[in-house]
């Protein structure tokens, strides 16, 4: 039997901590056979992590995580097995990159009235890649001793109503969905029960992302539970969707979610991997 892909994971391009070869080739070494590299809102890290793919014994399918606004809310759109030399899904992910870089200006003040200086720079210090997110001030402010882990610190600065919050302000669900198709990609919605949606409201996400042109939706995730893998294969049934499977790996700092981990998807889902074409722009050692 084959194990299940791991189509959600971060490296040093985004808000992971290990570089993209670094985690492609303890992808390979924990058993993973297919790997999706899905950095938020950049594909920086695809070019380093295919070439160690190519020499590991291990599937590579590129991908991004996509940041959206919906209902007032983020949710994360994952594009898997994307076409990195798109330039429209490029021009797209430039305006996030580009977003960010004023949203982190803006933490970085509200961070200095809150008595934390210096916070643009230490969490620069933190992003490997060019990409800055709030991870890297989450960093920063372990490093100042602020809380004692990166979930404090987002609990008590990063999250609405505190300090360091500033409201997202991403792209369109019809416009994400839009970029990873013109880029040949298979857009699905990541980890669904993290965004703590009433049923109505998650029905009407999901059939929205259909009528965008999504197809799928993470079934098995790192931060869902076992309940959570039977909630959303129904929804994906009920849409007819495709399920996807993802550990959102970060890097080894984090001890509760590990590579090469995730169970098999619940019976009677497509998975998204059986898709036809699906695999058209991954990277693997010739046999
Ligand atoms: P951003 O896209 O820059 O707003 O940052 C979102 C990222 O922050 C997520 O992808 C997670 O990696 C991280 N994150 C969000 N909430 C938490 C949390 N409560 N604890 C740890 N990391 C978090
Ligand atoms: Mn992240
Ligand atoms: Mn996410
Ligand atoms: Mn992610």
């Given at each position: 039997m084959h194990k299940t892909p791991d189509l959600h994971s971060h490296s040093t391009?985004?808000?992971?901590?290990?570089t993209p070869e670094a985690l492609v080739l303890r992808a390979a070494a924990a058993g993973v056979t297919t790997l999706a590299l899905t950095d938020h809102d950049t594909v920086a890290g695809l070019d380093e992590a295919r070439r160690a793919a190519e020499r590991a014994d291990i599937t590579l399918i590129p991908g991004v995580e996509v940041s959206v606004t919906w209902g007032g809310r983020t949710v994360h759109i994952v594009g898997l097995d994307?076409?990195?030399?798109?330039p429209e899904l490029l021009r797209g992910l430039d305006g996030l990159q580009q977003y960010r870089v004023w949203r982190a200006e803006e933490i970085a003040q509200r961070l200095s009235k809150a008595g934390f200086d210096g916070a643009l720079e230490g969490a620069k210090s933190h992003a490997k890649g060019t990409l800055i997110g709030r991870t890297h001030f989450a960093r920063f402010l372990v490093e100042r001793g602020a809380a004692a882990d990166l979930r404090s610190v987002f609990k008590h600065y990063?999250?609405?109503?505190?300090?360091g919050h500033v409201a997202g302000e991403w792209t369109t669900l019809d416009q994400a969905v839009g970029w990873i198709r013109a880029a040949g990609g298979h857009a699905v919605i990541a980890h669904p029960a993290r965004y703590k949606f009433t049923r109505t409201k998650m029905r009407r996400l999901l059939a929205e992302h259909r009528e965008c042109g999504g197809i799928g939706v993470e079934v098995?995730?790192?931060?869902?539970?076992r309940d959570d893998y039977f909630t959303f294969a129904r929804h994906a049934a009920e849409n007819g969707l495709y399920a996807s499977a993802g550990s959102d790996y970060h890097g080894p700092?984090?001890?509760?979610i590990e590579l090469g981990r995730l169970p098999a998807l619940p019976e009677g889902c497509r998975a998204i991997w059986t898709r036809p074409g699906f695999g058209r722009f991954s990277a693997r050692a010739a046999a």
């Open positions: 391009a985004s808000d992971g901590t290990l994307v076409d990195p030399d798109c990063l999250v609405s109503g505190k300090p098995v995730s790192g931060s869902h539970s700092e984090n001890p509760w």
